[in-house]
């Protein structure tokens, strides 16, 4: 297998896959920013908040949202907000279709978060041949780009 294609499509880049990362980070973080300073509390708050250390509840809040973020967008992007926007998308490794059932965003989306807060995972995908980080492994999935279908 060409190791830049697969399924007919294109691998995503690894620097596409991070500022697509980057980009859905910085969104979510401002409509959380509008969330805060709507129930009347101050930006200088918020960004304390976000100072305070490390608690356990953490992980099964960005599970949570991962869960409910995948199982919104994968059904209508084929992906996450930053694949969207950098027009890519989640096939499978396996068969190369769309991956785009709720459950299937939910779970991955999941894992990502989680796995997040170790260092590993997340950058696993800086020596991967197919560009995948260790969820990408775990769901047996791609990032490849929309529109390179040969």
């Known amino acids: ?4 294609h697969t399924h007919g499509y294109k691998l995503a880049s690894k620097g596409k896959r991070l500022i697509a990362t980057i980009l859905e ?3 979510f973080e401002i409509i959380i920013l509008v969330i ?3 129930m009347g509390k ?3 708050e918020y960004w304390t908040d976000l100072d305070s250390d490390f608690e356990f509840l953490d992980v099964p809040y960005s599970l949570l ?3 409910i973020i995948g199982a919104i967008f994968y059904p209508i992007f084929i992906g996450n907000l930053g694949h969207r926007i950098f027009n890519l998308k989640v096939i499978s490794e396996e068969t190369g279709e769309d ?3 709720p459950e299937e965003g939910a779970i991955r ?3 990502k978060n989680v796995l997040g807060f170790l260092i590993i995972p997340s950058i ?3 020596w991967d041949k197919k560009n995948q980080n260790l969820y990408d492994k775990i769901t047996k999935t791609l990032v490849v780009e929309k529109n390179t279908k040969e």
């Open 99 to 101: 991956y785009k059932k």
């Open 42 to 44: 101050y930006a200088s």
């Open 1 to 4: 297998m060409n190791e830049t």
């Open 36 to 38: 805060y300073l709507i």
């Open 109 to 111: 989306e999941g894992l």
């Open 25 to 27: 980070g910085i969104i």
């Open 65 to 67: 949202a991962g869960i």
């Open 124 to 126: 696993w995908i800086l």
